[in-house]
C-alpha cells in the first residue's frame, strides 16, 4: 500500500465525547467515524484491523469444524415469537416494520434463525455433529451506547451455533470450541483469560467468557495464579456463598474531588452537562450525612441552582429504603448546603434503583427529559467490587491457592444452551431408531468490533496505540526522507517496498512527502508496530533505521540484511 492513495486522517486532540483511550484513540487515528449514538462508519484503517480480526476468526473456526454461512440482518418477528424472545428481550431488540406491517428483529444473534435453517435442513443422526457460524452485523438498541466501538449499537459480532444429538456431544463440540478459541485470542495476541460464567454448582462447564484484560474493563475477574480456578465475578460470588448472594443494601458512588456541585452530579449519574435538564432525585452523603432529596441540576447557573426542588412526577420513584421522594422532602433543609463539592459527592443509591428501568429526569423544556441518568446496570458493573463477598486472598474454591482479582473486557462467550430452543421450534433429529429427538445446541460468540476497542486497552502509550502484529493495520511502515529530492532515496525504497511485498509483509510505504516528525506522529498513533527510516545518510553507510513501535531507540540494519531482521 502507498499511503498517497490510502486514507490517511489523523486529529490532534479526540472529540470531547470519547471518554476512554481507546475510543479516543480509534478517533484520532481516524479509523471509525460516528455517525449516530453508538453507530459508526469503519474508516479505511479501522476496516483494515477488522478484516484482519475476522480472517482469523474464519480461519480458527474453519480449522475447528465450523461451517461458515451467512443469515439475515432483518429477521420475521414470528420466528423470535416462536422461542418467546419477541417478548422477553425489551427495547434491545431492534423491530422494524415493512411497508404491509409486518415486524420484523435487527438480529442482536441468530438462534431463531440458525435454529430454523437445521429444523427444515437437518433429517438424520448421521449429519450430526454440526457447527454453522457467520460473521455478521449485529444490533442491539443498548441502553447506554458508549466507549465508540466497545458498546456500540450497531457492531460485527462472530456467532457460531453447534447442534449434536446428546448432551455428550455438546459437551465435545462446546470443547472444540473453547479451545478454537484460546487459539484466536493467542493470534490475535492479546493477554486474555477465559472465565466460568455460571456459579459451578454443577460441573462449571455451562457457560465461559473470554476477557481481554485491562485495568479499564468493565468486569471483575476471580482467578487462582496457582490453579486453574477462574470466574467472573458474580460467578465466583455465587460460588462462595452457595448460590448467588444477596446484593448489598445500597450502591455508592463518589466524585472526583475539586468539582462544581453540578459537575460532580454529572459525573455522578454519568450523564453530559446539560442546560435543559431540570431535576434529578438523590440520596447524596456528605461528611458522614445522608440526605434524600431531590435537586435542581442546571448546567448554565452551577452552583447556587442545585437545591431541593418539587417535581410532582418523580414522586413515583423509590430512592431509597429509608424514604420515598415524598418523605425525602422532610428531612433536607431547603438546600445543598452542607455539601462542599471540593470534598468528593458520594450517592448512595438502593439497588432496586439500580435495577429500575431508565430513569427520567425532569426538564424545563418539552423533549428534553434526560433519560439516561440511570446508575442501573451499566453503571452497577464497575461498582460490584463494592459489592462482592470474595475478596482477593481468600481461599480459591478448589483449595489450591488463594484468590486474585483483576479487571476485563468481554469479547468472547461460549454457551451450553441444551435444548431450550431446539424444543421451542420443534428441531428434532431422527436417531438410528428412527425416532425423533431434540437437538442438543450451543452458542459461540465474539466482539468482533470490541476487539478493537479491547486491544488498545490493553495497548498503548503516550503517543498512541501499539498494535499486536497480527491485527495491525499495517504491519510495518516505510518512511523514506526526502523522497523527492534524493534519487538514492527512491530506489531503495521501492526495492525495499517491493522485497518486503514479497516476503508477505504487510507494508505501507509513506510517500506522502510529510517532514518527518508529523509522518512518524502518525504512524505512532495508528499504532503501526514496526517501522524503517530510509535516508541518504544511513545509505551512504550502507545501513536503514529500524524502530519496534515499543523501542525506545532506532537500531541501524545493513540494507542487504533488513527483510531477513524483519521476518
Ligand atoms: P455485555 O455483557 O458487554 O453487554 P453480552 O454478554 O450482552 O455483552 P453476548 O450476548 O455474550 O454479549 O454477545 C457475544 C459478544 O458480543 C460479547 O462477548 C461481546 O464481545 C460482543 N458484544 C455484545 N454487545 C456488544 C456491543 N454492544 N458492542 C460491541 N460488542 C458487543
Ligand atoms: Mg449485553
Ligand atoms: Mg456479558
Ligand atoms: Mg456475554
Redesign the pocket.
Known amino acids: 500500500m502507498r499511503a498517497s492513495r490510502f486514507f490517511i486522517s489523523t486529529l490532534k486532540e479526540a472529540p470531547s465525547d470519547a471518554e476512554i483511550v481507546s475510543h479516543q484513540l480509534m478517533m484520532r487515528a481516524g479509523m471509525i467515524k460516528r455517525l449516530g449514538s453508538g453507530i459508526y462508519t469503519y474508516m479505511p484503517t479501522g476496516l483494515r484491523i477488522i478484516r484482519k480480526v475476522e480472517n482469523i476468526i474464519r480461519e480458527e473456526m474453519n480449522k475447528a469444524g465450523a461451517i461458515e454461512l451467512l443469515m439475515p440482518l432483518v429477521q420475521p418477528a414470528e420466528l423470535w415469537q416462536e422461542t418467546g424472545r419477541w417478548d422477553k428481550m425489551g427495547p434491545e431488540l431492534m423491530r422494524v416494520k415493512d411497508r404491509h406491517g409486518r415486524e420484523f428483529a435487527i438480529q442482536p444473534?441468530s438462534e431463531e434463525v440458525v435454529t430454523d435453517v437445521v429444523r427444515s435442513e437437518l433429517k438424520s443422526y448421521r449429519q450430526l455433529p454440526i457447527n454453522f457460524y457467520h460473521i455478521q452485523t449485529k444490533f442491539?438498541d443498548?441502553r447506554r451506547p458508549r466507549f465508540g466501538?466497545?458498546?456500540?449499537r450497531e457492531?460485527t459480532?462472530k456467532d457460531a451455533y453447534s447442534f449434536d444429538r446428546d448432551v455428550e456431544g455438546m459437551q465435545k463440540s462446546y470443547a472444540t470450541m473453547f479451545e478454537a478459541y484460546t487459539k484466536i485470542f493467542t493470534r490475535f495476541g492479546l493477554k486474555f483469560r477465559a472465565v466460568a460464567a455460571d456459579n459451578g454448582a454443577i460441573g462449571g462447564t455451562g457457560s465461559h467468557e473470554f476477557h481481554v484484560i485491562a485495568s479499564t474493563g468493565e468486569d471483575a475477574l476471580v482467578y487462582c495464579p496457582t490453579s486453574s480456578y477462574a470466574a467472573n465475578i458474580e460467578a465466583a460470588e455465587a460460588l462462595a456463598s452457595g448460590e448467588r448472594a444477596a446484593p448489598t443494601q445500597e450502591l455508592t458512588k463518589t466524585s472526583t474531588p475539586g468539582k462544581t456541585k453540578c459537575e460532580a452530579v454529572a459525573e455522578l449519574l454519568d450523564i453530559p452537562l446539560q442546560h435543559h435538564v431540570k431535576s434529578i432525585a438523590l440520596t447524596v452523603e456528605a461528611e458522614g450525612k445522608k440526605t434524600y432529596f431531590l435537586l435542581l441540576l442546571r448546567a448554565d447557573h452551577e452552583l447556587n441552582e442545585i437545591k431541593v426542588n418539587k417535581v410532582p412526577g418523580l414522586k413515583e420513584f423509590r430512592f431509597s429504603t429509608e424514604a420515598e421522594i415524598g418523605e425525602a422532602y422532610g428531612t433536607v433543609p431547603g438546600y445543598l448546603g452542607p455539601i462542599n463539592t471540593k470534598l468528593p459527592v458520594t450517592v448512595v443509591a438502593d439497588r432496586t434503583v439500580a435495577n429500575m428501568a431508565d430513569f427520567v429526569c425532569g426538564a424545563n423544556e418539552a423533549d428534553y427529559h434526560y433519560v439516561g441518568a440511570n446508575w442501573g446496570r451499566d453503571c452497577a458493573e464497575p461498582l460490584v467490587a463494592d459489592l462482592r463477598n470474595v475478596v482477593e486472598g481468600d481461599p480459591s474454591p478448589d483449595g489450591k491457592g488463594v484468590l486474585a482479582i483483576e479487571r476485563g473486557i468481554?469479547?468472547?462467550?461460549v454457551f451450553q444452551l441444551g435444548t431450550a430452543y431446539s424444543e421451542a421450534m420443534g428441531a428434532t433429529f431422527l436417531d438410528e431408531a428412527g425416532k425423533p429427538a431434540p437437538l442438543q445446541m450451543g452458542c459461540y460468540?465474539?466482539?468482533v468490533?470490541?476487539i478493537l476497542g479491547a486491544a488498545i486497552e490493553q495497548n498503548f502509550d503516550d503517543k498512541g496505540i501499539v498494535w499486536p502484529d497480527a491485527i495491525a493495520p499495517f504491519e510495518l511502515v516505510l518512511c523514506p526522507m526526502g523522497l523527492d529530492r534524493s534519487e538514492m532515496v527512491r530506489e531503495h525504497t521501492e526495492q525495499l517496498y517491493a522485497d518486503l511485498q514479497a516476503a508477505g509483509i504487510d507494508v505501507i510505504v509513506d510517500d506522502r512527502g510529510l517532514r518527518p516528525g508529523a509522518m512518524f506522529a502518525d504512524w505512532e498513533l495508528i499504532g503501526v508496530p514496526h517501522r524503517i527510516v530510509i535516508g541518504e545518510r544511513g545509505l551512504k553507510e550502507g545501513n536503514l533505521e529500524y524502530q519496534g513501535r515499543r523501542d525506545e531507540a532506532a537500531t541501524s540494519v545493513p540494507v542487504d540484511g533488513m527483510v531477513a531482521f524483519i521476518k
Do not use: Q
Request: hydrophobic letters at 35%; a positive charge.
Open positions: 444473534t442491539r443498548e466501538l466497545m458498546r456500540g457492531f459480532m468481554e469479547v468472547g462467550h460468540g465474539i466482539g468490533t470490541r
